[in-house]
């Protein structure tokens, strides 16, 4: 009988020569194995990068993984005859990276008594001359397999370990979120489809296993550039819904993302709106749609009309600070929009009704004395004394008293501009027009380009049929079909084939399909109480989330919309249940805030020297020094660190 003394003797291959917190270096006995070891229990090659060894301590054993092999040269040490010649000896050297501890665990069902279990972490580090030992194949399935509870996924095997099963947990995979990288022809799109059929596949056995219903309760959206998906899941009948541009293949369905649906950022960033008066204009424009407006010239709906623009306007000066009012040059645009509020008022204030006509006159007079108050003439003409903020509330205080007069009347204001209430899209140009005639004669020159790109817009037949589609679903027929009925009983798997979608509008379809999904979840859980578990997959993620630029324009473009969109979902989208997966080639061209929420990474071949110095820095623990393999491995390989593992 072979004493445990004795079985860890059999097993020693070295000693501990240096510690640090994320790097142990091993000197290998002379009698250590040069390729195969025999002495585990099972034929195991050693030494190997990426092979585990055991360091013994007080707590089990501290688990480390080779990350380095070389041979240093040094001279023999003996003593005797000064003639006899020291040849140089070959030293055989490891470094470790650890990654966490093999525990002993009591366990009375056991012959032995206890158990052995892996756990990320090190609470105890060696010391210099500890033994470094081989793990025996029952401690390697340990550290493989970890908890037999987590053990629910096959999603490969490891080559380096006897082709041990490697399993995971979708709860903890998709729970967080994943960052699938590689280069082109990696498997980067093989691994997505593989994760989620593997998993509701898992969930189905599991399900019929406890006797429930068969259905999982989960939710996979996969928003697709390449084609890629529409046929991945064809063999699953019941479980996926593909959505196309027109024509459409047999099984899919119309892809329809109404304009009614988008929000102002959106549609500026659709239209190229100009923040200082465009924008503000579409946002009255589309809360007037909202609301059920008809165009009327009525002199109380323009007045009304105005005083919103009014109101908007000086707001944003308000909000910029002194920098849009208290200086010279601003002073000189205050003057002018002083004037604009005095013609304005003159124009409407004999055809007001007697309260509004008071209110009315008290604005006016106060913009007059603003004016007279700050003008004095000089060489070129006439200039402003800048204006302080004091000044600019008390205008903005009046403006709001006339406004406020028509909302006592019984005009309810919208719970928020961007509401989803249906209205026909194709009007908007005709109101958008109105809008601005009604506003000034300024406003609505410096509007006409606006309203003339969203005509072409809406007249493209590649664009229309998405954006105003003639039999556009409700609301909550498209929440039902785009994410899935509660429970997810009209299937899993949501495919959103972007193939065909016109670069004009892909990133903004990207970005409203992401936002909608993103509160739809928030509302959710704070209606039910529950959360409503989805999966959002983002293929070719570096062209919808790209890093940003210092020189971006002031307004905000499509890509900057989608990006925004997904950086907000990967900071807050777990706490609602929302799961994110980003797949790119390029992963130094992602935005860092959507890379540095991942929780698990599954690494393919990265030849980038960009690339891998990133993937190095943002992968948890201390396994960036493993990660140097990436450029040689083969197709349908992957490394895999992170929550999930």
């Given at each position: 009988?072979?004493?445990?003394?004795?079985?860890i003797?059999n097993?020693?291959?070295?000693?501990v020569?240096s510690?640090a917190?994320d790097?142990?270096?091993v000197?290998?006995?002379?009698?250590?194995?040069?390729?195969?070891?025999?002495n585990?229990?099972v034929?195991?090659g050693f030494?190997r990068l990426?092979g585990y060894?055991?360091i013994?301590?007080?707590?089990?054993?501290l688990?480390g993984i080779?990350v380095?092999?070389w041979?240093e040269?040094?001279?023999l040490?003996r003593?005797g005859?000064?003639?006899?010649?020291?040849l140089p000896f070959?030293?055989r050297?490891l470094?470790?990276?650890?990654v966490?501890?093999?525990?002993?665990?009591?366990?009375?069902?056991e012959d032995r008594?206890?158990?052995?279990a892996?756990h990320?972490?090190v609470t105890?580090?060696?010391?210099v001359?500890?033994s470094?030992l081989?793990p025996?194949?029952?401690?390697?399935?340990?550290i493989?397999e970890?908890e037999?509870?987590?053990?629910?996924?096959?999603i490969?095997?490891?080559p380096?370990l006897a082709?041990s099963?490697i399993?995971l947990?979708?709860?903890r995979l998709f729970?967080g979120?994943?960052?699938?990288?590689g280069?082109?022809?990696s498997?980067?799109?093989?691994?997505?489809?593989g994760?989620?059929r593997w998993?509701?596949?898992?969930a189905?056995?599991?399900?019929?296993?406890?006797?429930?219903?068969?259905?999982?309760n989960?939710r996979?959206?996969i928003?697709d550039?390449?084609?890629?998906?529409r046929?991945?899941?064809a063999?699953?009948?019941g479980r996926?819904?593909?959505?196309q541009?027109?024509?459409t293949d047999p099984?899919a369905?119309?892809?329809?993302i109404p304009g009614?649906?988008?929000?102002?950022?959106?549609?500026s960033a659709?239209?190229?709106?100009?923040p200082s008066?465009q924008?503000?204009?579409l946002?009255?424009?589309?809360?007037?749609l909202?609301?059920?407006?008809a165009i009327d010239?009525?002199v109380?709906?323009?007045?009304?009309?105005r005083m919103?623009y009014?109101?908007?306007?000086?707001?944003e000066?308000?909000?910029?600070?002194?920098g849009a009012y208290?200086?010279?040059?601003p002073a000189q645009?205050?003057?002018?929009?002083?004037q604009?509020?005095?013609d304005d008022?003159?124009?409407?204030?004999?055809?007001?009704?007697a309260?509004?006509?008071?209110a009315?006159?008290?604005l006016?007079?106060?913009?007059q004395t603003?004016?007279?108050?700050?003008?004095f003439?000089?060489?070129n003409?006439?200039a402003?004394q800048p204006f302080?903020?004091t000044?600019m509330?008390?205008l903005?205080?009046n403006?709001?008293a006339?406004?406020d007069?028509?909302?006592?009347?019984g005009?309810?204001p919208?719970?928020?501009d961007d509401a989803p209430?249906p209205?026909?899209?194709n009007?908007?140009?005709?109101?958008?027009?109105?809008?601005?005639?009604?506003?000034?004669t300024?406003a609505?020159t410096q509007?006409?380009?606006?309203?003339v790109?969203?005509?072409?817009?809406?007249?493209d037949?590649?664009?229309?049929g998405?954006?105003?589609?003639e039999?556009s679903?409700?609301?909550s027929?498209w929440?039902?079909?785009?994410i899935?009925?509660?429970g997810?009983s009209?299937?899993q798997?949501t495919?959103?084939?972007l193939?065909?979608?016109?670069?004009d509008i892909?990133?903004?379809v990207?970005?409203v399909?992401g936002?909608i999904?993103?509160e739809?979840?928030?509302r959710?859980?704070?209606?039910?109480?529950?959360?409503?578990p989805?999966?959002l997959?983002l293929e070719e993620?570096h062209?919808?989330?790209?890093?940003?630029r210092?020189?971006?324009s002031?307004?905000?473009?499509?890509?900057?919309?989608?990006?925004?969109?997904f950086?907000?979902i990967?900071?807050e989208g777990?706490k609602?249940g929302l799961?994110?997966?980003?797949?790119?080639?390029?992963p130094?061209?992602?935005?860092p805030?959507v890379l540095?929420?991942?929780?698990?990474f599954?690494l393919h071949r990265?030849v980038?020297?960009r690339?891998q110095d990133?993937?190095?820095r943002l992968?948890?623990?201390?396994?960036?020094?493993?990660l140097?393999?990436l450029?040689?491995?083969?197709?349908?390989?992957?490394?895999i660190?992170?929550?999930?593992t």
């Amino acid at each position: 009988m072979i004493t445990r003394v004795e079985r860890i003797s059999n097993l020693t291959v070295g000693a501990v020569e240096s510690v640090a917190a994320d790097e142990i270096s091993v000197l290998l006995e002379a009698t250590a194995p040069r390729s195969i070891a025999l002495n585990a229990g099972v034929p195991t090659g050693f030494p190997r990068l990426n092979g585990y060894v055991l360091i013994p301590n007080e707590t089990g054993s501290l688990v480390g993984i080779v990350v380095r092999l070389w041979i240093e040269r040094s001279p023999l040490t003996r003593t005797g005859p000064k003639d006899l010649i020291d040849l140089p000896f070959p030293l055989r050297k490891l470094t470790l990276t650890p990654v966490g501890t093999l525990a002993w665990r009591h366990d009375p069902d056991e012959d032995r008594g206890y158990t052995t279990a892996f756990h990320r972490g090190v609470t105890v580090f060696p010391s210099v001359g500890d033994s470094v030992l081989l793990p025996t194949s029952e401690q390697l399935r340990a550290i493989i397999e970890s908890e037999s509870h987590h053990r629910r996924v096959n999603i490969g095997t490891s080559p380096l370990l006897a082709n041990s099963e490697i399993t995971l947990d979708p709860d903890r995979l998709f729970g967080g979120h994943l960052a699938v990288l590689g280069n082109t022809g990696s498997g980067k799109s093989c691994t997505v489809a593989g994760l989620v059929r593997w998993s509701l596949e898992a969930a189905q056995r599991e399900r019929l296993r406890n006797r429930r219903n068969n259905v999982p309760n989960a939710r996979f959206i996969i928003l697709d550039p390449n084609g890629e998906y529409r046929n991945s899941f064809a063999d699953v009948p019941g479980r996926v819904r593909v959505y196309q541009i027109p024509p459409t293949d047999p099984g899919a369905e119309p892809l329809t993302i109404p304009g009614w649906m988008w929000n102002i950022s959106e549609w500026s960033a659709f239209s190229s709106a100009a923040p200082s008066i465009q924008r503000p204009l579409l946002q009255q424009t589309l809360r007037l749609l909202r609301t059920g407006g008809a165009i009327d010239d009525s002199v109380d709906r323009i007045i009304r009309r105005r005083m919103r623009y009014l109101l908007t306007s000086l707001n944003e000066k308000i909000a910029s600070g002194g920098g849009a009012y208290g200086d010279f040059g601003p002073a000189q645009g205050v003057g002018e929009f002083l004037q604009i509020i005095i013609d304005d008022g003159n124009r409407y204030v004999e055809k007001a009704s007697a309260e509004v006509k008071r209110a009315l006159f008290t604005l006016i007079n106060q913009a007059q004395t603003l004016r007279d108050e700050h003008k004095f003439e000089r060489r070129n003409g006439t200039a402003f004394q800048p204006f302080s903020e004091t000044e600019m509330v008390s205008l903005r205080d009046n403006v709001s008293a006339v406004l406020d007069l028509f909302l006592a009347e019984g005009e309810t204001p919208l719970t928020t501009d961007d509401a989803p209430i249906p209205f026909d899209v194709n009007v908007l140009p005709d109101y958008l027009e109105h809008v601005a005639s009604a506003a000034s004669t300024q406003a609505a020159t410096q509007t006409a380009g606006l309203i003339v790109r969203i005509r072409n817009m809406l007249a493209d037949t590649r664009l229309s049929g998405v954006i105003a589609p003639e039999n556009s679903p409700s609301f909550s027929e498209w929440l039902e079909r785009h994410i899935g009925g509660d429970g997810a009983s009209n299937g899993q798997v949501t495919v959103v084939d972007l193939s065909l979608v016109p670069t004009d509008i892909i990133h903004l379809v990207v970005a409203v399909i992401g936002r909608i999904v993103f509160e739809a979840q928030q509302r959710y859980l704070r209606s039910t109480g529950s959360e409503l578990p989805t999966v959002l997959i983002l293929e070719e993620a570096h062209t919808f989330v790209a890093r940003g630029r210092e020189d971006e324009s002031a307004g905000p473009t499509a890509s900057d919309t989608c990006r925004t969109t997904f950086e907000r979902i990967a900071r807050e989208g777990r706490k609602f249940g929302l799961g994110l997966v980003i797949s790119s080639q390029r992963p130094s061209e992602l935005s860092p805030t959507v890379l540095s929420q991942c929780n698990t990474f599954l690494l393919h071949r990265l030849v980038n020297d960009r690339d891998q110095d990133l993937v190095g820095r943002l992968v948890p623990d201390t396994l960036g020094g493993m990660l140097r393999e990436l450029p040689t491995l083969p197709a349908r390989h992957a490394i895999i660190v992170g929550q999930a593992t």
